[in-house]
């Protein structure tokens, strides 16, 4: 929990460029993500386009905001379970995701022991809380940051073939191409998690090193 968005445009950056030898230039800055951190890059980047000059989004998730439609009655009966923050390290995976999700999206400080809502409450979907979820959507919000996005020197998605993830990345490559904005967008052969480091050694750092400035004269030229 905590304000992410904010460690990673701002107290991250600052920390890089006080300690190392940086080009402490947008244009020199790249910022990339898998999955979550696929979400990361979309959501920072477009919010964040005075901060980097170059996005490569992974497999991005939560792009599509939840509908208020039927649940799954299994992980919502572990979740009303939960009773302190140590019950939640035993959950599995999908019911550990929607608790994370709801802090960082739904965070209520005065609902004790885990402090946030969630989208659905004794089988019934809370339609505040969705409506905080989709907020946070961005195929729902990235309209408001079209005019950011063309900052942006380069980007580019990719997504497996056989990711679920595939038609959320294909609609996000989608509004980008209808609005002009220059992009590469691939699906490869694979699955969410199966050439994650092929991708990151063989194509996110190759994209980086031919899309970020590396002369101390860098100027930019984002408009």
Known sequence: TGDFERFIAQDVVTYIDGHYRTLPNRASRGLAGH???????????MKHADIFGSLYIMSPCCLSARRAGPGNPEIEKMLEAVKTPSDSAQLPFAARTQLAS??????????????????????????????????????????????????????????GDQDGLRVDAGKLHDILERNGIANSFEVYSGTHTSAVA?????????????NLCFESSCADKSH
């Open 35 to 45: 999955s979550m951190g696929g979400y990361g890059a979309s959501r920072i980047g």
């Open 102 to 159: 709801a802090a960082a999206w739904s965070p209520n400080p005065k609902n004790p022991p885990l402090y946030l809502d969630l989208p659905v409450k004794d089988g019934a979907p809370q339609a505040d809380v969705l409506a905080k979820w989709a907020a946070n959507a961005p195929l729902d919000f990235v309209d408001q940051y079209i005019r950011d996005l063309k900052r942006y020197r380069a980007i580019s998605i990719d997504v």
């Open 198 to 210: 092929d991708r990151f050694q063989n194509y996110v750092m190759p994209f980086f090193s031919k």
